[in-house]
């Protein structure tokens, strides 16, 4: 029987587990702080902005929403991104991506305290990770290691292949496989757009991690029996039936091979926002000086 893993019970778990330290933050008068900035109005970018606000106000984070018209001159954005750097009531801010072409995405990223940076995308906080001595793991990747651990997948020793090389996703993924830690330890292999032989290297994997932004591209032909598969993508596709959410994973067919695998939705996505709420804390236990037993 093929485990389906189910992100939205885990992300639950994780948000659970946050509740204690939450509550000892607040108590010593520190309410963890989520700020996002939203600079585009794609709709999709709105509901997920709303759901981290949904998710933070579940815990007891609090939360700061500001939304910027995609016309705003750049200036004005670093000018919010340097109060929200200067407010010590703010733990965490997320610059909601993409970002209109007038703004240098880079430049965006580096001018976030790296202190505050949730998602884990500054440089200094990437040569952290790069290093072995994370500050925040981001969260997509971080949620990968979770849903593995709670399906009880061990990395140590596994062949593992991400398909995907982004910095948000393939890269620091690959990083965290091969860190010599809990939810590390793996044989790790990169493959993109690139790669001479995909199912060659997909077919000898026992975990592989689909995230190269391609719908339905991962099929149950180019998989071993027993794979475990985590389906990172999240591609609106347009069908008979209207629009429809689908992944990088041919689902039906991975099934059939896969001993584990992840739905979309209701896989990694609600992982990337729990893990958003663990950073958060994490960052606010910090500054406050106060250990917190994080999940
Ligand atoms: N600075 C920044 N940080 C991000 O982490 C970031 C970003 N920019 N820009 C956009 C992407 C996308 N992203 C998602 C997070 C959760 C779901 C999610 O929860 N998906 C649910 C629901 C999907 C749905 O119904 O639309 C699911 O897969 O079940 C999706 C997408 C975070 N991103």
Not at 61 to 85: Q, V
Not at 108 to 133: C, M, Q, T, W, Y
Not at 176 to 188: H, M, R
Request: net charge negative; glycine share 8%.
């Amino acid at each position: 029987m093929t485990e389906i893993i189910d992100g939205n019970d885990v992300a639950q778990d994780i948000r659970n587990g946050l509740l204690d330290g939450i509550e000892t933050l607040t108590d010593a008068g520190t309410t963890p702080c989520l700020a996002t900035v939203l600079m585009n109005d794609d709709p999709a970018s709105e509901t997920y902005v709303s759901m981290k606000h949904k998710d933070c106000e579940e815990v007891g984070i609090a939360t700061r929403d500001i939304e910027l018209d995609p016309e705003t001159p750049a200036e004005e954005l670093f000018d919010t991104i340097d109060e929200l750097n200067a407010d010590p009531e703010v733990h965490g801010i997320l610059v909601q991506m993409p970002l209109p072409d007038h703004v240098d995405e880079r430049e965006v990223l580096r001018s976030i305290d790296p202190a505050k940076d949730v998602d884990g995308f500054h440089p200094e906080n990437v040569g952290r990770l790069v290093a072995g001595n994370a500050r925040y793991k981001p969260c997509t990747p971080h949620g990968v290691q979770k849903l593995l651990a709670a399906a009880d997948v061990e990395t140590e020793g596994a062949e593992a292949v991400v398909v995907g090389r982004s910095n948000i996703v393939g890269k620091p993924m690959a990083n965290l496989l091969i860190q010599k830690d809990e939810g590390g330890n793996a044989t790790t292999t990169v493959c993109h757009s690139r790669t001479e032989d995909l199912a060659e290297k997909t077919r000898a994997a026992d975990i592989v991690i689909a995230a190269a932004g391609v719908p339905e591209m991962i099929t149950g032909e180019m998989l071993s029996e027993g794979t475990v598969v985590i389906d990172v993508g999240i591609n609106r596709v347009e069908t008979d039936e209207g629009s429809e959410l689908v992944g990088d994973v041919d689902y039906d067919s991975a099934k059939e091979k896969a001993s584990a695998i992840t739905p979309v939705p209701g896989g990694v996505g609600p992982m990337t926002r729990a893990m958003l709420l663990w950073n958060t804390v994490k960052s606010a236990s910090d500054v406050a000086e106060i250990d917190v037993d994080l999940p």
